[in-house]
């Protein structure tokens, strides 16, 4: 029984010890801290393991920081320009206005403003474009079609009417309405002389 | 006119003026990650000069291919991922070398570097402690399998997450959890000594 505890304890160990550096950067989750916990307060040993973890880790934190020496842009440059002579630069009167604009565009109430400024153009555009709206191509060509229908159904009509302008009597119609009329008159008159 | 160094332009922004060919954004590019880059590189050879010469030449070959940069990676993990591959050719040449080079930050404090140490507390003994505590977290750094060093600095020492880690170095998220564990193992047992008389 006791071997048998010792295994388990040391399966663990050995579960929690492979977790500790995850433990230290709080990367695990809620379920692996807990399991976690409980087996540290219960191990002295891993309870050991994990506060030297940690000490070594805030160790690793502290560490001085080494920076370059002073001359170190000077040389940058002086490499940069001997590898690429003939790189086209903007000239410095451009870079000074990108840097007067961006300078201008990152201070807040500029920005602030432009904001206010495009949401009144946009309240004031979206009416006009609401009511105009667009033609579609098929209803252009659908209008195309109608009048040139009505074209030709006028057309002729508009013809007659020339022709029986310029020749009314070459109108069929109208021979027939005066040879009506014609025989008409005949008739009064011989009506009147047999009276 | 406010000086462009004053302003906090984001890194995309300077990357996007950088591609065409403005010098200021780059410049403002190497002010923001000069120091991050040299102190990794420095840790990394055990060589103050060769830090040097290797932080100009990320920052060169930087310059060179930064039109070709986009965004899909952050600029740190790009900077950190050029570094890294120049300290894998620098080893390669430097086999022998760097196995016989020590790390001491007291031999490099008369090169004019500047080193910030932290908790200056006025503390004489304890101040002796971290500073003692410190030459063996170099001697124990030095120690490390190249592959273990370069995690473990990168994590702890220059802050980048598991994922831009994984980023860098060109291995799945797994194995820079892996290797983190195991370089502070072995970080733990080199130091455990001077570690048991602090805690």
């Keep these: ?195 | 006119m406010v000086a462009l160094s004053k302003i906090m332009y984001a890194d995309n922004t300077l990357i996007q003026r950088a591609q065409a060919n403005d010098r200021a954004a780059f410049n403002e590019i190497v002010l923001r990650y000069k120091s991050k880059i040299h102190n990794y590189l420095f840790r990394m050879v055990r060589s103050a000069s060769d830090a040097e010469d290797l932080t100009q030449e990320t920052f060169i070959r930087a310059y060179l291919s930064i039109h070709t940069f986009q965004s899909r990676a952050s600029l740190n993990t790009w900077l950190f991922r050029i570094a890294t591959n120049l300290c894998i050719d620098y080893s390669r040449k430097n086999k022998n070398h760097i196995a016989t080079q020590s790390l001491s930050i007291e031999d490099d404090e008369d090169n004019g570097s500047q080193r910030d140490i932290p908790d200056l507390a006025f503390d004489p003994q304890r101040l002796l402690l971290n500073r003692e505590l410190g030459k063996r977290l170099d001697e124990a750094l030095c120690q490390l399998p190249e592959r273990l060093r370069t995690v473990v600095l990168l994590y702890d020492i220059e802050g980048l997450s598991y994922e831009e880690i994984a980023l860098v170095v060109g291995t799945p998220l797994g194995t820079v959890k892996s290797r983190l564990f195991h370089a502070r193992v072995q970080l733990r047992e080199i130091l455990l000594p001077y570690l048991q008389e602090k805690l």
């Design chain 1, 1 to 195: 029984m006791a071997k048998y505890k010792l295994n388990e304890l040391e399966r663990g160990c050995r579960a929690t010890r492979t977790q500790l550096s995850l433990y230290v950067d709080s990367t695990l989750s809620a379920r692996e801290v807990w399991a976690i916990e409980k087996h540290l307060r219960a191990c002295k040993s891993c309870s050991d393991y994990r506060r030297e973890l940690q000490a070594t880790v805030d160790l690793l934190h502290t560490t001085p920081r080494l920076d370059t020496s002073d001359d170190f842009m000077a040389r940058l440059h002086s490499r940069i320009d001997a590898i690429e002579p003939a790189l086209v630069r903007p000239p410095q009167w451009r870079v000074a206005l990108q840097d007067q604009w961006m300078t201008l565009w990152y201070s807040r109430p500029v920005r602030s403003l432009s904001a206010v400024g495009l949401s009144l153009l946009v309240l004031a555009l979206v009416p006009t474009l609401v009511r105009r709206q667009p033609v579609l191509p098929s209803l252009q060509r659908e209008d195309r079609a109608v009048r040139e229908a009505r074209r030709a159904l006028t057309q002729p009509l508009s013809q007659n009417v020339v022709s029986s302008t310029e020749d009314p009597f070459g109108d069929p119609s109208a021979t027939n309405l005066e040879a009506q009329v014609v025989l008409n008159d005949s008739s009064t008159s011989k009506t009147s002389k047999e009276n």
